[in-house]
C-alpha cells in the first residue's frame, strides 16, 4: 500500500507539487495523466525520493518517511520497497542483460548469484529476452532496451513498479511490445504507478485514473468516469485536445 | 664533425641497461597518482566539506607549475625539512641516507596525481546521470552506484587519456637526470659526454623512447577495444 500524504516540492521558487493526497491499495494500477509541466513525472520522482519533497509524508509498504526529515537512511529504504522504469531506459551501459537485472538483486538484495542469475533468467523470459542474455543494452533496439528496464524493476520483487513515460523515447512501431508486456505484468497483480501519453493503454490497463495539471490532482476516477465522462472541465479540455487526432479517424471510419 | 653510425649501436646497448629505472620512474607515480587521482576527483566532484578546498588548491598547484619544478622543491626543500625536524626531536635520520630516487618518485606522483584527477572527474561526468539515477532507483547506496556503475565507465572510457599521460610521463622522468638519477636520459648524457659523440648518444637514446612509446600505443589500443567493447553497439 501506498500512501502520500500533502506533498510538495518546488524548483527554483515554481511550485511543482501543490500538496498531493494520494492512496494507492495493493494490486492497483494508477495511471497520471495530465500536459506537460502538470507535476506528473515530478510526483512519481517523489516516490522513491529521486526528486525529494520539501514536506509531506510518504509510505510505501509499512515503511513510512517524513520527507523534512527524511535521513539517507530513510530514503534508501524507501527506495528498496519500489522499483522505476525511466523513459530513456537508464540501462547499465557496461553491464550485459542479464547483468543489469542481476545488478540490485546480488548488491542490494545481497541474494547469492547462482539464485539471482536464474530469477533472472525467469524475469527475462517473462519479458521475452531469453536470447539476449548476454547482449549489451549498445547491441539492442529502445523496445528491447525498455523490456530490460522492466525486467530489471520485475526481479527486485518491490511493493510497486514505477512507470516514467516508458514508450515515450520509442519508434512508433516500437511501443507496442512494450506496452504489452507492461499489460502482462499488470494483470500478475503488481502495484503499478505509470505516467503515460497512451490513452488506449491507460483505458485499458488502469483500475484509476489521475488527471494532474498545474502541481495538483484535479480529478480522479475509473478509467470509465475519465474518459467517457469527465467532471471538471480541465480533463475535459486536454482528452479533447490530446484525442483530437483518434476522434478524427473515428469520423473517418463513420464515413467510410 | 661526423657521424659514427656504429657507435649509435653502441651507445644503445650501454643506455638501454638505465632502461628499468625509466621504467620505475613511469609506472610506480603513474601508480600512486592513480590512487591520489580516484579520490581527488570523488572530492571535487561530491564537493566534501573541509577537504574540497584542499583538492582544489592541490590540482590547481601542481597542474599550474611545470613538473622540473616540483622535483627541484621537493629534492632541496624536504633533505632540510627531514634535518630541522630530525635535530628538534634528536632523531637519528640523516637526510642525506634518503635515496635520491625517493624525491623524484614523490615528486612525479603528486604531478601524476593532479593530471589524472582531472582526466577520472571528466570521465566520470561523462557517464550519464540517469545511470545514477537507475541505479539509486534499486536501492543502491551513493558508494556502490559510484564504484560499480560509474567509476568502471569512467575508467573504461579514459583509456586514450591514461595513455596521453603514461607518454607524457614516460618522457618527463628524464628530467630526473637533472638530480643525477641514472634513467635513459641520464645515461645518454653519461655515455655521450665520456666518449664525446653527443649527437650518437642522444640519438640512440631517441630511439628507445619512440620504440617504448610504441608499444604503449599498441597496448592501449588493444586495451580500449576490449573495455570498451560494451559500448560498440551492433551485434555479436
Redesign the interface.
Known amino acids: 500500500m501506498i500512501i502520500l500524504k500533502d506533498i510538495k516540492k518546488s524548483f527554483n521558487k515554481s511550485q511543482v507539487l501543490r500538496g498531493i493526497n494520494l492512496k494507492i491499495n495493493r494490486g492497483e494500477v494508477v495511471t497520471i495523466l495530465g500536459p506537460s509541466g502538470s507535476g506528473k513525472t515530478t510526483l512519481l520522482r517523489c516516490l522513491n525520493f529521486l526528486e525529494r519533497p520539501e514536506a509531506g509524508i510518504v509510505q510505501i509498504g509499512n515503511i513510512q518517511v517524513n520527507a523534512k526529515n527524511a535521513t539517507k537512511k530513510d530514503m534508501l529504504s524507501v527506495r528498496k520497497q519500489s522499483a522505476m522504469v525511466f523513459q530513456h531506459y537508464n540501462l547499465f551501459a557496461h553491464k550485459t542483460v542479464i547483468e543489469n537485472v542481476m545488478e540490485g538483486l546480488v548488491v542490494v538484495k545481497k541474494v547469492k548469484k547462482r539464485e539471482a542469475r536464474i530469477e533472472s533468467e525467469k524475469v527475462l523470459e517473462k519479458v521475452g529476452l531469453s536470447d539476449k542474455l548476454h547482449f549489451y543494452p549498445s547491441q539492442l533496439s529502445g523496445g528491447q532496451q525498455q523490456r530490460v528496464g522492466i525486467a530489471r524493476a520485475l526481479a527486485l520483487n518491490p511493493e510497486v513498479i514505477l512507470f516514467d513515460e516508458p514508450t515515450s523515447a520509442l519508434d512508433p512501431e516500437l511501443v507496442g511490445e512494450v506496452l504489452s508486456v507492461i499489460k502482462e505484468i499488470a494483470q500478475d497483480g503488481i502495484t503499478m504507478v505509470v505516467v503515460t501519453h497512451e490513452m488506449s493503454f491507460a483505458k485499458e490497463v488502469s483500475d484509476r485514473v489521475l488527471f494532474m495539471d498545474g502541481g495538483v490532482i484535479v480529478e480522479e476516477g475509473t478509467p470509465l468516469e475519465i474518459f467517457h465522462a469527465p467532471k471538471e472541465e480541465r480533463t475535459r479540455r486536454f482528452l479533447h485536445r490530446i484525442s483530437g487526432e483518434s476522434f478524427f479517424t473515428a469520423l473517418k471510419e463513420q464515413v467510410n | 664533425m661526423t657521424i659514427d653510425l656504429p657507435f649509435i649501436w653502441i651507445a644503445f646497448k650501454e643506455i638501454i641497461k638505465a632502461l628499468p629505472i625509466t621504467l620505475i620512474l613511469t609506472i610506480v607515480p603513474l601508480l600512486v597518482g592513480f590512487l591520489i587521482g580516484i579520490i581527488v576527483a570523488l572530492v571535487r566532484i561530491y564537493k566534501t566539506r573541509f577537504v574540497y578546498q584542499a583538492a582544489n588548491g592541490y590540482v590547481s598547484f601542481f597542474r599550474g607549475t611545470p613538473i622540473i619544478m616540483h622535483i627541484m622543491v621537493i629534492y632541496y626543500g624536504i633533505p632540510l625539512l627531514v634535518d630541522q625536524v630530525a635535530s628538534k626531536f634528536n632523531l637519528n635520520i640523516q637526510s642525506s641516507k634518503i635515496p635520491i630516487i625517493l624525491f623524484v618518485l614523490t615528486a612525479l606522483s603528486l604531478a601524476a596525481g593532479a593530471y589524472l584527477s582531472e582526466i577520472i572527474r571528466s570521465g566520470i561526468i561523462s557517464v550519464?546521470t540517469?545511470?545514477l539515477?537507475?541505479?539509486?532507483?534499486?536501492?543502491?547506496?551513493k558508494i556502490?552506484a559510484m564504484f560499480?556503475?560509474v567509476l568502471?565507465?569512467a575508467l573504461?572510457q579514459s583509456v586514450p587519456n591514461f595513455t596521453n599521460i603514461f607518454i607524457g610521463f614516460l618522457h618527463t622522468s628524464s628530467i630526473a637526470f637533472l638530480v643525477s638519477e641514472k634513467e635513459l636520459t641520464g645515461a645518454a648524457n653519461i655515455v655521450a659526454s665520456t666518449n664525446l659523440k653527443f649527437l650518437e648518444a642522444f640519438i640512440a637514446a631517441g630511439i628507445i623512447y619512440w620504440g617504448l612509446t610504441i608499444i604503449v600505443e599498441g597496448i592501449s589500443f588493444l586495451l580500449e577495444k576490449r573495455v570498451t567493447?560494451?559500448?560498440?553497439?551492433?551485434?555479436?
Open positions: 550519464s540517469g545511470q539515477e537507475s541505479a539509486y532507483s534499486v536501492g543502491m547506496t556502490q560499480r556503475i568502471p565507465q573504461a567493447s560494451y559500448s560498440r553497439g551492433g551485434v555479436s
